[in-house]
C-alpha cells in the first residue's frame, strides 16, 4: 500500500512539474518536467509522513512504467568524501498517467486551465511550437 502511494505522489510531482514547465515561457522540450532524483526525494519526504529511502524511490522510479528516464545530471556533493556523480532525470508519460488516473489527471489539468489537447500534443506538434 505504501508503494501505490508513493507511485501516486511521484506521479502528482512530475505532472505538476510538467505543467509549470509547459505554461512557462522558456519552453525547452526535452527538459519539460524534467526533476532529477533528489528533488524527487526531497518532494516525497516533506509531504508524506513517513518519506521514502534513496532505495526504494529508486526502485519506484526504475519499475513504473508510467515513469521515464530521460537524462542524468552531475551533482557536487559536499563533505567528507566530496565529489561528483551522476543522478538520473525523470519525467511523467502523460498518456499512461492520464489512462491510470483519469481523475486526478482532469483536476490538475483544470487548475491550471488546460484542455487535454493542451498538454498531449504529439512530439512533432510541440518541436514546431518550440521553433
Same mark, same amino acid.
Given at each position: 500500500?505504501?508503494?501505490?502511494?508513493?507511485?501516486?505522489?511521484?506521479?502528482?510531482?512530475?505532472?505538476?512539474?510538467?505543467? /509549470? !514547465?509547459?505554461? &512557462?515561457?522558456?519552453? *525547452?522540450?526535452?527538459?519539460?518536467?524534467?526533476?532529477?532524483?533528489?528533488? @524527487?526525494?526531497?518532494?516525497?519526504?516533506?509531504?508524506?509522513?513517513?518519506?521514502?529511502?534513496?532505495?526504494?524511490?529508486?526502485?519506484?522510479?526504475?519499475?513504473?512504467?508510467?515513469?521515464?528516464?530521460?537524462? /542524468? !545530471?552531475?551533482? &557536487?556533493?559536499?563533505? *567528507?568524501?566530496?565529489?561528483?556523480?551522476?543522478?538520473?532525470?525523470?519525467? @511523467?508519460?502523460?498518456?499512461?498517467?492520464?489512462?491510470?488516473?483519469?481523475?486526478?489527471?482532469?483536476?490538475?489539468?483544470?487548475?491550471?486551465?488546460?484542455?487535454?489537447?493542451?498538454?498531449?500534443?504529439?512530439?512533432?506538434?510541440?518541436? &514546431?511550437?518550440?521553433?
Amino acid at each position: 500500500m505504501k508503494t501505490q502511494r508513493l507511485r501516486e505522489k511521484i506521479g502528482e510531482f512530475l505532472l505538476e512539474a510538467y505543467i /509549470s !514547465d509547459f505554461l &512557462s515561457e522558456d519552453l *525547452i522540450y526535452h527538459d519539460l518536467g524534467v526533476r532529477n532524483t533528489e528533488q @524527487i526525494k526531497t518532494y516525497i519526504n516533506n509531504n508524506m509522513r513517513h518519506g521514502t529511502t534513496s532505495q526504494q524511490l529508486g526502485n519506484v522510479l526504475s519499475k513504473n512504467k508510467k515513469i521515464i528516464t530521460k537524462a /542524468s !545530471d552531475s551533482i &557536487s556533493r559536499q563533505g *567528507i568524501l566530496s565529489g561528483s556523480y551522476d543522478i538520473c532525470g525523470w519525467n @511523467i508519460n502523460l498518456e499512461g498517467y492520464a489512462s491510470i488516473y483519469p481523475d486526478k489527471f482532469e483536476k490538475h489539468l483544470k487548475l491550471n486551465e488546460l484542455n487535454r489537447e493542451d498538454i498531449l500534443i504529439s512530439e512533432t506538434n510541440l518541436e &514546431s511550437m518550440l521553433v
